[in-house]
């Protein structure tokens, strides 16, 4: 595949772009914003531009790529309408990829009537350049081949792709996330804790180490020569215990007034485009160092 077609440029296809473009691919990007254009090339500030085109209609750029990724607003109708575009013009062997966070491939392909077992969710984690998972999920119509060829292409563009057997809302990696902020969000809202309090607890306590390795075996290594069969045999009990203490919360606007408000407090003042620049060098530096360690999985 030589030629990408990005569809929707705001932050996740921006960043998908500049990933296509470092690894030497074509780009055809198109959004339908007035200032689309413009606020890409200002996003690929130090990325080479020179195999970056920029079109205005969405057929014309799934009509020239080897793959296509779609980057639009996270709503059914906006899918189905786009997907019908991108049936249409692109080639029959095309691999349709939806970068959506929670919706089903499924419902997507609804919007393909040409060809619905071409439509996979490739969804990828902020900020795609950066960050190598990508989760390929197949709807009830998706060929396996074409499962295949998303998990190959990803591959060689340097993702890390995990392939899900039958789709979910959310996925895996946001429904994880989701029982984080589940818990997280009844902590503040119970008075147990600030939002600063929890941003510490786990960016300086456990999430230090599901950085280098993943939940399941962070609890194998803490379980010594008995590794996990020790853990779930002496701490199951009581964490089980704890799941069923684990708050149930609803976003009311309160709730979303103090957690916004403990966020302003943690900040205090820094300014938001910085704190990117030092998360995504922070990034850098630790996606470098494991990839020196040649006994991470």
């Known amino acids: 595949m030589s030629t990408v077609a990005v569809v929707g440029t705001g932050v996740i296809g921006a960043s998908w772009a500049a990933l296509f473009l470092a690894r030497g ?14 606020r890409l090339r200002g996003a690929l500030e130090g990325t080479p531009t020179d195999r970056l085109r920029f079109v205005t209609d969405a057929g014309e750029a799934a009509a020239a790529a080897d793959f296509v990724q779609e980057n639009g607003p996270e ?3 906006v899918k189905h309408a786009l997907f019908a575009v991108l049936d249409e013009a692109a080639r029959p062997e095309v691999v349709l990829a939806s970068s959506s966070s929670g919706l089903l491939p499924s419902a997507i392909a609804r919007g393909c009537p040409r060809h619905p077992e071409r439509v996979v969710v490739g969804h990828p984690f ?3 350049h950066l960050i190598p998972l990508v989760e390929v999920v197949p709807g009830r119509d998706t060929a396996p081949e074409v499962v295949d060829r998303a998990v190959a292409f990803y591959t060689s563009v ?5 392939r899900l057997t039958r789709e979910v809302p959310g996925h895996i990696a946001n429904r994880l996330q989701a029982a984080l902020w589940q818990e997280a969000y009844s902590l503040v809202e119970r008075g147990i804790a600030t939002v600063a309090d929890v941003d510490t607890a786990i960016a300086y306590g456990p999430g ?17 020569p008995g590794g996990l069969a020790h853990v779930l045999a002496h701490l199951g009990p009581p964490t ?22 403990g966020v302003a407090a943690e900040l ?4 938001d485009a910085r704190l990117v620049a030092a998360r995504d ?17």
């Open 75 to 77: 709503r059914e109708d």
């Open 25 to 38: 691919l074509d780009v055809v990007a198109t959004d339908p914003a007035p200032d689309a254009e413009e």
């Open 268 to 271: 205090d003042g820094t300014d």
């Open 240 to 261: 089980e215990e704890w799941w069923r203490d684990l708050g149930r919360v609803h976003l009311t606007p309160e709730l979303a007034e103090t957690l916004c408000a």
């Open 158 to 162: 340097g993702k890390r792709p995990i």
């Open 208 to 224: 230090l180490r599901w950085a280098v390795l993943g939940p399941f075996l962070n609890q194998h290594l803490s379980g010594g």
């Open 126 to 128: 902020n900020p795609p």
């Open 281 to 297: 060098a922070v990034l850098d530096r630790l996606l470098a160092a494991k990839a020196a360690q040649p006994d991470l999985p």
